[in-house]
């Protein structure tokens, strides 16, 4: 009982993870790591559907709304007042957890459809707000760049910043990796650097996302989903702790919009459309409404649609609009097959019906 | 002048959210599903219009086509998906979404199919009466036929759905399937199939919503459609104005929503054609969330 109560946190695992990330990004080719940097974005967009949906019972299609608040903060301020790649992810979680705030204030009093609808009507509405205000750049949007420091002109003429030594370091080990000597100087490139926030990013959240589901917060949620009112009469008050599962996943959420636009180079409305809410949900789906560690799963399913679909249309020699619209179709398809029949996702499934097995062959030893 | 203007813009609107709102209506009584996806089924629909006018040439023709088609492919989604969905996702943490995210995958598909089968250009279906508003004292008003052949023909419709629902047995199955569905069994009603024809009905009612929606426009139809969108959004808002259960009240609040944003429309900011409805979404879920004419029940759904 009281190893439970003070369940270990896993911070080793995760910087294991790190490590191990870190070296394989050095051994795989440009395309597959810009691939594993959108791999990173969708599990940190999909881990703020599970705690939302899955943990908390609220779902939410204005996701991708959300994503694009965070968006919309980061490049703002890099682009009015350049400041550090940090602070801008940093204002990116904060100033969507305010609007998450803001919409869950709302949504603690709605429930099931209602819910969704009004989420639903922001996705569609939020985005054309962007024509509104002149400043958020209209339907070209906002520029959000960011590159790696250009190390070896920065250290001859300022002093790098901690960040900058840090990379450095992490250069010349890559190149240590691949040659077997430590070099004196060593360029990255863009994709690599944008795989390492993102994925320094992914691991972060993952981290912080686990320890919350596991800790009383976690529970009162899934208590509040399972019976709300057996949950109030365990004195847990539904309504706020509804509030602050929205306030925490819309922050993560626009730390994921954020990373997202970094990839893309500039903050548009186009680029946060309704299809991107159904992807996440889609991939939540996937991976287990209620299953974290399913997230993996969710996240590469749906980077790998694209790329299978595209085969199968070329294989079968499909015209141009097939092409473009068969990953759409499958997406939607694999939602519908998924809530038909593995609507627990398939990590779910696997652990039940290991359980069913296990308890009928302890029955048999009897 | 200009006050009567968006009055007329407003009420047009309004009746074809109305539709919509219906079409939402109908489904939630029947399965107590909203349905996401009756956008794209209303899309859908529009596109079997299409392929009706460019085939024979008629409105005349296309209108019908597109409620049957409408109206058949719902009840296939009906018999197919929904009962699937209650036999397999009816329980554990997922059912209260379930239903949510298997219409928003249904949306998704018949998007992405109608892209494959159509393209995604712009289709034009003309509308088979004048847009250009009626002049009265000189001045020409917005307010044209084709509006006011749409007004007459929703009022059309509702009053044979009135008909339908209050004097005949048909109408009596319904309504008692959808509040006392046990019983319903009980005094021999054939529940499932009744919510078959719920489903049926409400495709044929956002069929003519989109095809309206379309020729009330600019008469472009594509799979992206931003009158698509708005259809979807209204429709659900103006249902939810309405309690959701009730079909006078789905008519109210597709007449007071469209009036609503059109007002917005014109007196505020025209950039407003997707926040409007938002904000006024918003506003009735905080100040009467049982709808008007719902009963006070608190939204669990």
């Known amino acids: ?37 959108t791999i990173a974005v969708y599990v940190i967009a999909i881990s703020s559907i599970i705690l939302l949906t899955g943990y908390s019972g609220q779902v939410s299609l204005g996701h991708g709304a959300l994503m694009a608040v965070g968006a919309y903060a980061a490049a ?85 910043t901690y960040l900058g030594k840090v990379l450095l370091i992490l250069s010349k080990l890559r190149t240590t990796l691949a040659t077997g000597a430590w070099p004196d100087a060593s360029p990255v490139d863009t994709y690599k650097w944008w795989f390492w926030i993102a994925a320094l990013a992914a691991l972060i ?97 749906l980077v790998a649609i694209p790329e299978i679909a595209d085969v199968v249309a070329h294989r079968l020699g499909a015209s141009e609009s097939v092409t473009t619209n068969l990953p759409g179709l499958i997406v939607s ?19 039940a019906r290991k359980a069913r097995h296990e308890a009928a062959h302890n029955s048999t030893k009897k | 002048m200009q006050l009567l203007n968006t009055l007329l813009i407003g009420i047009t609107a309004g009746s074809i959210y109305s539709l919509m709102a219906i079409a939402f209506v109908l489904v939630w009584r029947s399965t107590r599903v909203v349905n996401f996806a009756q956008a794209g089924m209303a899309l859908l629909s529009t596109y079997f219009g299409y392929e009706a006018v460019s085939r024979f040439g008629s409105f005349w023709i296309a209108l019908p086509v597109a409620m049957i088609g409408g109206a058949l492919f719902a ?14 996702a009816s329980s554990g943490p997922i059912a209260g979404v379930a239903p949510i995210i298997a219409t928003l995958g249904l949306l998704g ?23 250009n508003g009626f002049t009265v004292n000189g001045s020409t008003l917005v307010f044209s036929p084709l509006k006011l052949f749409i007004l007459v023909v929703v009022v059309i ?99 007071f929503l469209g009036i609503a944003i059109s007002f917005v429309l014109m007196y505020v900011s025209s950039g407003l054609f997707f926040i409007a409805p938002f904000v006024i979404l918003l506003l009735v879920l905080f100040i009467r969330p049982q709808g008007i004419i719902g009963v006070k029940v608190g939204r669990r759904a």
């Open chain 2, 75 to 88: 009840a296939l989604v009906e018999l197919v998906l929904m009962r699937l969905l209650v036999k397999h």
């Open chain 2, 109 to 131: 598909v018949i998007k992405s199919a109608i892209t494959i089968i159509w393209g995604g250009q712009d289709q034009r279906i003309v509308a088979p009466i004048s847009n």
């Open chain 1, 205 to 301: 959240s993952i981290w912080c996302v686990r320890n919350i589901l596991n800790s009383s917060y976690g529970r009162s949620w899934r208590a509040g989903r399972g019976n709300e009112v057996a949950a109030q009469l365990a004195g847990i008050n539904t309504a706020r702790s509804k509030v602050l599962a929205f306030t925490i996943s819309a922050g993560i959420a626009g730390l994921a919009g954020a990373l997202l636009a970094m990839t893309i180079g500039t903050v548009s409305p186009s680029a946060f459309p309704l299809a991107l809410s159904f992807s996440l949900l889609t991939g939540a789906v996937l991976a287990g409404i209620t299953t974290l560690g399913g997230v993996i799963i969710g996240a590469v399913v």
């Open chain 1, 1 to 37: 009982m009281r190893k439970s109560r003070k369940q270990s946190t896993h911070v080793p695992l995760f910087i294991l993870g790190g490590v191990i990330l870190f070296i394989l990004s050095n051994f795989i080719e440009e395309l597959r790591v810009l691939q594993g940097t």
């Open chain 1, 76 to 160: 703002l301020l890099r682009f009015e007042f350049n400041c550090p790649v940090v602070v801008c992810f940093i204002a990116a979680v904060l100033v969507a957890a305010v609007g998450g705030l803001l919409l869950g204030l709302a949504a603690a009093r709605l429930s099931g459809p209602y819910l969704a609808g009004t989420t639903l009507a922001l996705a569609i509405g939020l985005p054309s707000l962007a024509n509104q205000f002149s400043f958020l750049g209209g339907e070209q949007g906002l520029e959000f760049r960011v590159g790696p420091p250009d190390i070896q002109a920065d250290a001859a003429v300022e002093p790098l």
């Open chain 2, 157 to 255: 419709l509702l009053i044979i759905l009135s008909i339908l629902f209050q004097k005949t047995n048909l109408g009596l199955a319904l309504r008692a399937s959808a509040h006392a569905p046990e019983i319903a069994r009980l005094s021999g009603i054939k529940v499932d199939a009744v919510r078959t024809l719920g489903w049926a009905l409400a495709g044929a009612a956002g069929a003519v919503a989109g095809l309206f929606q379309t020729v009330n426009g600019n008469g472009n139809l594509s799979p992206d459609s931003s009158e698509f969108s708005l259809l979807l959004v209204s429709g659900f808002i103006a249902a939810v104005i309405g309690g959701l259960d009730s079909l006078l009240g789905a008519v109210l609040g597709g007449l």
């Open chain 1, 333 to 351: 398809g694999l939602l519908i097959v998924t809530v038909l029949f593995v609507p627990n996702g398939p990590v779910e499934q696997h652990r």
